[in-house]
């Protein structure tokens, strides 16, 4: 089974390479963003206690994300190739327990970061805010999103580079471009 996660600042390209992937390998594709973004929209009380945290660029508490990964793996389809985990883990200790979700699974994964200049992942943001009309993609709740992503899931990559499961990839070309980087990893180094 191929599991990929694929981590990265927000704006770094996760959801596109993501897509690219899943199509290519047949694998499933997760999204922590949507999957949160769905809840919101439900109108549920979670949903409404997840829009007051994410809407000011905050990450979820770990317990409701580690349960919304833990859910995902129980409910795997049999014929399930692999997945990709698209914004999961996104602090250390979520890394470590989807280490034991995986290993209770007997599976294995590898990391993948797409590493983007700042600037460039605020151009990106902006304009995705424009065209998706996302709330979390404004000026002020970008500037909280990238403090929070440098001190609480910047981690996650040494975390998997001591582990020996590390890869990062140049995210600022062309899709296609960091596609085939993403691919020969997959391909080569899995």
Known sequence: MLNIILIGA???GKGTQSELLAKKYNLLHFSTG???RAEMHSGSALGKEIE???????????AKMIALIENFF????????GVILDGFPRTVDQAKALDEMLAKRKLNAVLIELLVEEKELINRMLFRGQTSGRADDTP?????????YHEQ?????????KHGQYSAVNGMGEIEDT????DRIVEYGC
């Not at 129980?74 to 190739?81: F, G, S, V």
């Not at 996650?156 to 580079?161: F, G, I, K, N, Q």
């Not at 596609?179 to 993403?182: G, T």
């Open 10 to 12: 927000p704006g770094s």
């Open 34 to 36: 949507d999957a949160l």
């Open 52 to 62: 007051a945290i994410i809407t000011k660029g905050n990450l979820v508490p770990d």
């Open 74 to 81: 129980d409910n795997l389809p049999a014929t399930c190739k």
């Open 140 to 148: 002020e709740v970008i500037e909280q999103r990238l403090r929070v």
């Open 153 to 161: 899931t910047a981690p996650v990559s040494t975390y998997y580079l």
């Open 179 to 182: 596609f085939r980087q993403i």
